[in-house]
């Protein structure tokens, strides 16, 4: 089975603080992507990777950074985190033969907490 | 833009009691339209892909349905195991990879 890691389930950091999140894959998938998910606003789109050191800004990439030194890892960046921030973040992977079936895999997410 | 419209929010349903999630969508030339469900705490899961109007797919109690213009999740007697969020989301034809879009969800409570 397809399996999504994210290293932190719950995280609580201060305004101004670095945070990293980490996701990592077991299938050797070509595409990972940071969605955030808020209550109202669904699941929204932050960067995604198509391939190590590649990366493309999704629909909200302000105030996030991405990093894909390896093909199984894929890192968000917050370099200095607001309030606005506290959010539940999801990883997802998909392979190239999965391009045009809409199956991501998700992991657990990372709840975010900045006060 | 692309847009995904997901009613109603939320659903109480009594168990057998059957009945139908919408998902509206505007996109520049559809790709294809998944559904996902989400227990509370998780990810999301992939349930089903519809690439073309008139398509069907079903998965146990689960039947999705696809038009010109939106989608239906249909749910025949219900479980409380069924409890979930539905999510629909919708690819265009012009986006590369697996990029998708999501609604904001169907929240669907199940009781005894």
């Known amino acids: 089975d397809v399996k999504v890691t994210q290293s932190s389930r719950y995280l609580v950091k201060r305004t101004g603080e670095k945070v990293f999140l980490e996701c990592v894959q077991d299938?050797?998938?070509?595409?990972m992507f940071w969605y955030r998910q808020d209550p109202g606003l669904g699941l929204r789109l932050i960067y995604f990777?198509?391939?190590?050191?590649?990366?493309e800004k999704g629909d909200i990439p302000e105030g996030y950074s991405v990093s894909r030194e390896k093909k199984e890892r894929f890192s968000l960046i917050l370099e200095s985190a607001s309030t606005n921030q506290t959010s539940m973040y999801l990883c997802?992977?998909?392979?190239?033969?999965?391009?045009?079936?809409?199956?991501?895999?998700f992991g657990e997410g990372s709840r975010l907490t900045v006060l | 833009e692309d847009q995904v419209t997901q009613s109603p929010e939320a659903l109480r349903l009594q168990e057998g009691e059957s009945s139908s999630l919408n998902c509206s969508y505007t996109?520049?030339?559809?790709?294809?339209l998944f559904w996902y469900r989400q227990d509370p705490g998780k990810g999301p899961e992939f349930l089903f892909t519809?690439?073309?109007a008139g398509e069907e797919k079903e998965k146990e109690r689960l039947k999705a349905t696809l038009t010109k213009k939106e989608s239906f999740l249909h749910i025949t007697a219900p479980k409380p195991e069924d409890s979930a969020t539905y999510l629909c989301?919708?690819?265009?034809?012009?986006?590369?990879?697996?990029?998708?879009?999501f609604g904001e969800g169907t929240q669907l409570t199940v009781n005894p």
């Open positions: 997802a992977s998909s392979g190239m033969h999965q391009g045009f079936t809409g199956e991501l895999f």
């Open positions: 299938m050797d998938h070509e595409n």
């Open positions: 990777s198509y391939d190590v050191k590649m990366k």
């Open positions: 996109v520049s030339g559809l790709r294809g």
């Open positions: 519809l690439y073309s």
């Open positions: 989301a919708v690819q265009a034809a012009e986006t590369s990879g697996s990029r998708l879009t």
